[in-house]
């Protein structure tokens, strides 16, 4: 297993996993008994009618007890649990990036492009360099139309709303480039709207930024 490239991106994954591994579990338990209930409850010639079975003018009895209802209701309870505190965890986690070490890059959306602000007043076009292992925080607004900031190997991606900031965090653990995207439809030029994320070694980030 390759290891995730942000904080956040593991976070995701596990969310990912652990929606994947209960709606498996529960998906094949209930096609296990429905196949289960057609062979066994399938009607064979000559066979008598259920006591139960419905019949015209006639309330059918109840079927089931309580305790069933019970154990059904306790399943169905711990699973929402699960998947609601997975949830709340991931949000927490998007929405308080680290407050050390942190950069904080400006991102403007148009038509159809990127453009990055950093700190120090470098601007830079479709194509932004961050440090490996840092906190790099990306406040993400629109010049015109609604675009939304993806970056599709880290898992994340928040709108980009005109007259509105929004940001994100990632903390890169690998070197590489990872593409950007523009994943709102915002005109003709949408498709073509992407961009690159660089993350590079400290040192090499450092002498690039001043430089």
């Known amino acids: 297993m390759t290891t995730a490239l942000s904080p956040v991106t593991a976070q995701w994954q596990e969310l990912f996993t652990l929606y994947l591994?209960?709606?498996?579990?529960?998906?094949?338990?209930?096609?296990?008994?429905?196949?289960?209930?057609?062979?066994?409850?399938?009607?064979?010639?000559?066979?008598p009618e259920p006591a139960d079975a419905p019949t015209p003018g006639k309330v059918p009895a109840d079927r089931g007890t309580i305790g069933a209802a019970l154990i059904l209701t306790l399943i169905?309870?711990?699973?929402?649990?699960?998947?609601?505190?997975?949830?709340?965890?991931?949000?927490?986690?998007?929405?308080?990036?680290p407050e050390k070490g942190t950069m904080v890059i400006k991102v403007h959306g148009f038509q159809w492009g990127w453009k990055f602000i950093y700190p120090?007043?470098?601007?830079?076009?479709?194509?932004?360099r961050v440090p490996r292992d840092e906190v790099i925080i990306f406040a993400v607004t629109s010049d015109d139309v609604f675009h939304k900031f993806q970056l599709i190997e880290f898992k994340i991606g928040v709108d980009a709303i005109p007259g509105k900031v929004i940001w994100i965090w990632i903390k890169p653990a690998d070197t590489g480039e990872y593409t950007i995207q523009c994943f709102e439809l915002c005109g003709v030029g949408?498709?073509?709207?992407?961009?690159?994320?660089?993350?590079?070694?400290?040192?090499?980030?450092?002498?690039?930024?001043?430089?």
């Open 21 to 47: 591994t209960i709606g498996t579990a529960v998906g094949s338990i209930v096609i296990a008994l429905l196949i289960y209930n057609i062979i066994r409850y399938r009607h064979k010639p000559g066979s």
């Open 120 to 128: 120090n007043g470098l601007e830079t076009v479709n194509e932004v």
């Open 76 to 97: 169905v309870t711990g699973i929402l649990f699960t998947i609601t505190l997975g949830t709340m965890e991931t949000v927490d986690l998007i929405e308080k990036p």
């Open 190 to 211: 949408h498709a073509f709207m992407t961009g690159r994320l660089i993350v590079m070694e400290p040192s090499e980030f450092e002498s690039w930024y001043k430089g």
